[in-house]
């Protein structure tokens, strides 16, 4: 397989777990360049679901390295969490997960930092995961965050990390929160110190290697395209470049390398957390959430539910340079009399086919729709592309059209074996 990156092209959780573990299956390596544990991929192996936050998708298989780039903000205990969980499900990571000593921390100071951010907006908060993902990036971009090889620096970390938590203590005290116990904070961050020391190293160096003695890459994106920081929903967005370019300043990798933009959407949009969102629907919220679906994988919280945006999906292939699409939960729609697409926008007197840069502009935006007739048929022991009802084909279709960009794989359910791969003619 390629070189490829593969992204959300909505406001993130459009299955790229599960489309990561597919794909996983053709790549030496899989790398996450951005985000942190705000991220929730599922990925069902054998049944069971598991859920990963900064660990690659790809580390479910045993062939398969897993790097977590410098662009990544990883939060050590966390981490630690994470890579135990999966030890005791009878994954091991020895060997086969990498780190970079750039990626900068997570720290408790940036979780309190997030909720009273959070808390203070009231009705303007963005509705964040609360993981410390922005406090964490902001720390970044002032030039004040810790990273990975900080942390192995123990007397020198520990003297920045009091200070900054000392400094940002007399904050929370005086707005009625809970200073963070920095006593038991270090024990706690010497702990994950010593536990992922074996697995950090200078990943640029690797993933370059790699590249030479042609291994293939899958670059695993987190949140989605309408999450990005410059291109997505602002201020309701993440912290991070969440786009394909945001995957080679994360990893350390050169654009030359890469073969292939993979986009991943749903059949439908959800969305979770605050923010504009055209085509959202209550009906179809209350539909996904009876079936148990559209849950967050982080939070739990109910995710906002709406029709497929082929104005957005447009968008989103112009600025990744998407190729393929991999469109997911195609089963969702089975029981629909009607599915709609919108196909551009309506703002003011004006029909629009793109995306308003402005916020305000895109909340009047009202959606245009095709309406295609439902197939009224479970989809999800489908396993041919030829058995997909008409119907269903005949909206694929459209989507790939007004996306501009073929639609690669198409997935029916959660398990592996719910996946149909198109080849090219
Ligand atoms: P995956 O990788 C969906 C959303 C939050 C909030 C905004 C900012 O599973 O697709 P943050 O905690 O990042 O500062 O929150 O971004 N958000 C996600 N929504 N999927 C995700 O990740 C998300 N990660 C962050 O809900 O609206
Ligand atoms: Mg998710």
């Not at 198409?410 to 080849?423: F, Y």
């Amino acid at each position: 397989m390629p070189n490829t990156i593969l992204v959300g092209a909505q406001w993130g959780d459009e299955g790229k777990g599960k489309i990561i573990d597919v794909l996983t299956e053709r790549a030496d390596l899989v790398v996450r360049c951005q985000g942190g544990n705000n991220a929730g991929h599922t990925v069902f192996v054998n049944g069971k679901p598991h859920v990963l936050h900064l660990i690659p998708s790809g580390i479910l298989r045993q062939s398969t390295v897993s790097v977590i780039g410098n662009g990544v903000v990883l939060d050590p205990v966390g981490l630690m969490a994470e890579i135990q969980g999966l030890n005791e499900r009878g994954v091991t990571v020895d060997g086969r997960l990498w780190i970079s000593d750039l990626a900068h921390l997570v720290l408790p100071y940036h979780r309190v930092l997030d909720a009273l951010k959070e808390n203070q907006m009231g009705d303007r908060k963005i509705g964040t995961t609360r993981r410390g993902i922005g406090p964490a990036y902001g720390d970044k971009v002032a030039r004040v965050g810790l990273r990975l090889l900080d942390l192995l620096k123990w007397d020198r970390f520990t003297e920045k990390y009091r200070a900054l938590a000392e400094e940002r203590n007399t904050l929370f005290v005086q707005n009625d929160l809970e200073p963070v116990d920095i006593d038991r904070s270090l024990d706690e961050l010497a702990a994950a110190r010593d536990f992922l020391r074996p697995h950090v190293r200078n990943t640029a160096l690797f993933l370059d290697e790699a590249i030479r003695s042609g291994k293939s890459l899958l670059f695993e994106g987190a949140q989605g395209t309408f999450l990005d920081i410059d291109h997505g929903t602002y201020p309701y967005v993440t912290s991070s470049n969440t786009t394909s370019g945001g995957a080679m300043t994360g990893a350390g990798v050169s654009p030359t390398c890469i073969d292939s933009v993979v986009g991943v959407i749903k059949a439908y949009t959800t969305r979770v957390g605050e923010g504009p969102f055209p085509t959202e629907q209550s009906f179809l919220a209350d539909h996904f959430h009876g079936m148990g679906r559209e849950f967050g994988a982080t939070t739990g919280r109910k995710r906002r539910c709406g029709w497929l945006d082929t104005v957005m999906t447009r968008h989103a292939a112009m600025i990744n340079g998407i190729d393929q699409l991999a469109v997911t939960n195609l089963d969702g729609l089975d029981t629909m009399d009607t599915v709609r697409l919108c196909t551009a926008y309506r703002l003011g007197d004006r029909e629009i086919g793109f995306y308003p840069t402005d916020i305000d502009e895109l909340a009047v935006c009202e959606p245009v729709y095709r309406d295609f007739k439902g197939w009224k048929t479970d989809t999800s022991g489908i396993r041919r592309l030829e058995d997909l009802p008409a119907e269903a084909r005949t909206y694929l279709d459209a989507i790939a059209e007004y996306t501009g960009a073929r639609v690669s794989w198409l997935s029916i359910g959660p398990a592996r074996e719910q996946t149909i791969e198109i080849p090219m003619h």
